[in-house]
């Protein structure tokens, strides 16, 4: 865990979040400024800032959990389709710096397919 990281502290249960989903290695929240209803974040347990800090086996088992949730998260915002983006680094948007997977839920005609 590393000091002044909100995910770290979610992830610990020191601060609330409204955690949808754990496995083993990760954690599923909700985003607190979400893009669309259900906007979720998948985190590694462990503080990575980085993808390519996160162990080979680690990052499988974020991806499995990326993977089911994707659809557990359309289905239960009866959504038409979900991005699924990383921005991995500050140059890319990187705000948090603890690595973590958006899926953000769309809906025919909201803008993300144009
Ligand atoms: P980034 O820009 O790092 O890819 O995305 C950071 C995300 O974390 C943003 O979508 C932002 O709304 C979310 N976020 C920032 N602070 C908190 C927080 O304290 N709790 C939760 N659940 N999400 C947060
Ligand atoms: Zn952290």
Same mark, same amino acid.
């Given at each position: 865990?590393?000091?002044?990281?909100?995910?770290?502290?979610?992830?610990?249960?020191?601060i609330p979040g409204r955690i949808v989903a754990e496995t083993d290695h990760?954690?599923?929240?909700?985003?607190?400024?979400?893009?669309?209803?259900?906007?979720?974040?998948?985190v590694p347990k462990q503080h990575y800032?980085?993808? $390519?800090?996160?162990?080979? &086996?680690?990052? #499988?088992?974020?991806?499995?959990?990326? =993977?089911?949730?994707?659809?557990? !998260?359309?289905?239960?915002?009866?959504?038409?389709?979900? $991005?699924?983006?990383?921005? &991995?680094?500050? #140059?890319?948007?990187?705000?948090?710096? =603890?690595?973590?997977?958006?899926? !953000?839920?769309?809906?025919?005609?909201?803008?993300?397919? $144009?």
């Amino acid at each position: 865990m590393a000091e002044d990281c909100i995910f770290c502290s979610i992830v610990s249960g020191e601060i609330p979040g409204r955690i949808v989903a754990e496995t083993d290695h990760a954690v599923a929240f909700l985003d607190a400024n979400p893009l669309a209803p259900g906007h979720t974040l998948v985190v590694p347990k462990q503080h990575y800032g980085r993808l $390519s800090d996160v162990p080979g &086996d680690e990052a #499988a088992e974020l991806f499995d959990a990326v =993977h089911e949730l994707s659809a557990a !998260v359309e289905d239960a915002l009866d959504a038409d389709a979900v $991005s699924i983006g990383i921005n &991995d680094g500050e #140059a890319a948007g990187q705000e948090i710096p =603890h690595t973590h997977v958006h899926l !953000v839920p769309r809906f025919d005609g909201d803008g993300g397919g $144009s």
